[in-house]
């Protein structure tokens, strides 16, 4: 599990360098999987359900001192070990472990355990009779933060780093002599002047001064690791008022250069906190801080988040981002997925804090969320996909369209069957009897089965266990004999129980309906409502199902030519150098190819990715020449810069760049790569004033006579 943290974290590092606004939750979707289990929690409250085995955990204290400066670091750890546990302490080796002692004897350094590899010492401690206390000093050089920052793309294992923009010393990296288990920590931090640490936890004591700062956290919940931030912080503060008395310390810890956010952010990071306290339960932690990071992350840590200042600015992050972070407290380090048989975190919190925004700002807003899941799904190759019980964290494109995008589509099609009440009280229920432990896909099935007072196998067993998803386009749709059923039989046996949403059309009149799948069976037989047969029927036009998409519901985007990586650069007018070198620095900055090849006029219907840059007036031409590059409606004439998706009639991608001058070009280059998710988008004045996927009709099927 540490392994797979690690490498997800890299991942999240990665993908959040590569491009800065993805589209749902970019730099937030991972976690660092810092999970915690309640023993007792803010308040006052206590969370109904105790880890039975809270009492058996190790507790570590650890009192450290670094320089950001010389990067410098000093600690000294002092494990407590139960009787009877075992345990693997695992040290980075850029540090020399310099004294180690059992209850209170000095043992020889040879038994601070042989190098693994080439990263990690390990001392292993044999389970034992009766309670003993392990004390280990260390010292070593943290990594430099800065040289990181310059090597962005290419951060192999993530270790701990310093500088005196910032330090990050990440759970699961070594930076003390750490365990894969569970465990209670508190930590003293003593850092020189005018910085401050974080850690996330109860803050028990603090202070700053001219000579230097001290700061004790601990542990309110067992967690699976410490993981350290230090900058020079200013820190605001807000207190919370939650029902019952109870109260939130919000916390920012903010460098200079964002300090201006501080206050927009503990407003905002409010509602989410009010929110899912009354939706789910008592919010477990005591504090939610905001840490700001000179490192483009975007992570939810029991109790708080850290956000890289370069998108610390980005009202996407202020909204969606820390809805979703606020809510891991409870779907992620408040209930732990267990780790052996898959994480629905993430698929939970996307649902109930992304899909739950966009609802609130139109059904259209949502339905388009959902067709995006679908969509990113149906971007990944066939048979590449792992079932939803492999997904522990994003680290691929696959696993996030499984992780994420699958997962919330198997909540929404959970609250589909059996109402939103029946829904939320199980989540309820599952909160009060898990909150503090780990719960698996079965946990999350049975909560939602007591509920609904029926087996929902049928529909969670293939969406866990399985892989691929169902066209839900019928091979053929007849009226029956009688006059008053339909016939529908599909390609191939039908992969989950639900029913699904089906529009009946009689002539211009639409009637919602459903239609209901059963598990294994190719055929349905359908009573339409009021006994009339429909002249055609529409399924699933809201996107409310697991499904392949049908034809007509995959608008071009973008982003298909972007990611192509044969994708050729078409410049469609004249100019001068200053023209022709700015056509091939947008081409860089969009196109994931490298170098990519030129192509003529008169491969304008290549079957071959493109992406066609002119002038308006020449794009025009080409348009009339080939009328599939149509400039969408929704783009208005008036733009200086528009960009917009098309296809070949082989099918092969087109971006389409029609600009005003050279000027409107070059200015394009820093905005262009963020809108790869869109179908169309138009700039005014160096602001994009329009941008959207374009209308996404799932097909009407005629009912045959
Ligand atoms: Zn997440």
Known sequence: MKRARRRALQVALGTAMAGLVPRHTPLFALREAEAARPGRSAGGTTPDARSPSTAALPQVVLDVQFDPATRLLRGEATWTIPSGVALELALDRRF??????????PRPLAEGGAPVGTTRRVIAIAAAPGTRTWLLRWRGPL???????????????LPPMASPRGSYLPAGSGWYPETTLPVHYRVRVELPSGQRAVVPGRLVSESADGTGSHAVYESILPTEGV???????RVDERPLPLPGGRSVRLRTYFVEGVHPLAQDYLAAAAAPIERYDREIGPYPFDGFSIVSSPLPTGFGLPGATYIGEAVLGLPFMRGQSLAHEVLHNWWGNGVRPDWRSGNWSEGLTTLMADHALRAAQSPDAARQMRWSWLRDFAAIAPGSDAPLQAFTSRTHGAASAVGYGKSAMLFHMVRGEIGDTAFHEALRDLWRSHAGRS?????????FERRAGRSLA?????????????LLLPQSVRAEPDGATVRLTFAEPLLYAFRLPVVAWTGDRAEPTTLELRRGERSVTWRPPGGRIPDAL???PGFAAWRRLAPGE????LRDAMLAPDARLLVASDGDEGWRSAAAELAARMLEAAKPATARLTELDAAVPLLIIGRHEDIDRLVRRDPRLIRPTPLPRQADAALWAARSSAGAPRIVASVEDTVALIDLHRRAPHYGAQGHVGFRSGRAIVSGVGSIESPRVPVAP
Do not use: N
């Open 227 to 233: 993981t350290l931030m230090a900058g020079p912080y």
């Open 143 to 157: 990594a430099d933060l800065d040289r990181s920052l310059d090597h962005r793309g290419v951060i192999g294992a």
């Open 458 to 470: 049928a529909l969670f067993e293939p969406m866990v266990s399985g892989t691929g998803a169902p």
């Open 439 to 447: 719960a698996a896909w079965k946990d999350l099935q049975a909560a």
């Open 538 to 540: 529409q399924f699933d």
């Open 96 to 105: 020399t472990l310099e004294a180690l002692s059992v209850d209170g004897r």
């Open 554 to 557: 995959s608008p071009p985007l």
